[in-house]
Nanobody, 119 residues
Framework: QVQLVESGGGLVQAGGSLQLSCAAS????????MGWYRQAPGKQRSLVAR??????RYADSVKGRVTISRDDARNLVYLQMDSLKLEDTAIYYC??????????????WGQGTQVTVSS
C-alpha cells in the first residue's frame, strides 16, 4: 500500500504565496509521475500541475504562477503557488503513479488539503 499525505494548505490573502507538500510512503519501488489536482465547491476535480521525469505540465489557469517540483530521494512533491487569486480556492489533492515493491503499478491519491484565498 502507498499513502500520500499533503500539507501546507491554509488561508492566504489574494496576491500571496503558499507552498504545498506531499509525502509518499509505503511499498514504493519507484514513483512514476506526480501531480496536483484541485476541486472547488460545485466543480469537478481538475489538473493543476503534473511532473514526470524531465517533463512538467500546467493548467492554463495557473501557468506563470505555479511551480511543481519533486524530490525523488525523499518521495516528495511540492507545489509553489504565487500571486494567488480568489479562484484558486479549492481542496488540493496530490496524486502519484507508483511502481510497487514486489511488482505492480497503482495510482494513488492523498486526502487533500484546503487552500482558501481571501480578498
Amino acid at each position: 500500500q502507498v499513502q500520500l499525505v499533503e500539507s501546507g494548505g491554509g488561508l492566504v490573502q489574494a496576491g500571496g504565496s503558499l507552498q504545498l507538500s506531499c509525502a509518499a510512503s509505503g511499498s514504493i519501488s519507484r514513483i512514476d509521475s506526480m501531480g496536483w489536482y484541485r476541486q472547488a465547491p460545485g466543480k469537478q476535480r481538475s489538473l493543476v500541475a503534473r511532473i514526470d521525469t524531465g517533463d512538467t505540465r500546467y493548467a492554463d489557469s495557473v501557468k506563470g504562477r505555479v511551480t511543481i517540483s519533486r524530490d525523488d530521494a525523499r518521495n516528495l512533491v511540492y507545489l509553489q503557488m504565487d500571486s494567488l487569486k480568489l479562484e484558486d480556492t479549492a481542496i488540493y489533492y496530490c496524486t502519484a503513479g507508483v511502481y510497487l515493491r514486489g511488482g505492480g503499478w497503482g495510482n494513488y491519491w492523498g486526502q487533500g488539503t484546503q487552500v482558501t484565498v481571501s480578498s
